[in-house]
């Protein structure tokens, strides 16, 4: 399975990007538990939103009311809608999944549920 993101980029801040991340090789794509996380440089990696099977969305909150996570099983893509950009989103941005085992996704803001990454796309945000 392979995930790929894309749409990362040099914004101002209040301005708006759309990252989106492909998934390929996903036998079943609408069981995967999906998220974003962010890693800036010298911090730890950060979930900042996950979505779940039945669409469940749940943010951090840094970025509650900001970003907007959603995914497309019949594209086998998930997005994230950045609106109102600060400085502080400046990270790498990452698209992460793990199967559903049980009838819901359960923690999904813990970076070690994720069995599968992408490489990452990079935000940069200037003031």
């Known amino acids: 399975v392979q995930l790929v993101e894309s749409g990362g980029g040099s914004v101002q801040a209040g301005g708006s990007l759309r990252l989106s991340c492909v998934a390929s090789g996903y036998a079943s794509y609408s069981r995967y538990c999906m998220a974003w996380f962010r890693q800036a440089p010298g911090k730890d990696r950060e979930a900042i939103a996950s979505?779940?099977?039945?669409?469940?969305?749940r943010y951090s909150e840094s970025v509650q009311g900001r970003f907007t996570i959603s995914r497309d099983n019949a594209k086998n893509t998930l997005d994230l809608q950045m609106n109102s950009i600060r400085t502080e989103d400046t990270a790498m941005y990452y698209c992460?999944?793990?199967?559903?085992?049980?009838?819901?996704?359960?923690?999904?803001?813990?970076?070690?549920?994720?069995?599968?990454w992408g490489q990452g796309t990079q935000v940069t945000v200037s003031s």
């Open positions: 979505i779940s099977t039945v669409r469940y969305a």
């Open positions: 992460a999944s793990f199967a559903l085992t049980g009838r819901v996704c359960g923690n999904t803001f813990n970076v070690l549920s994720y069995t599968n």
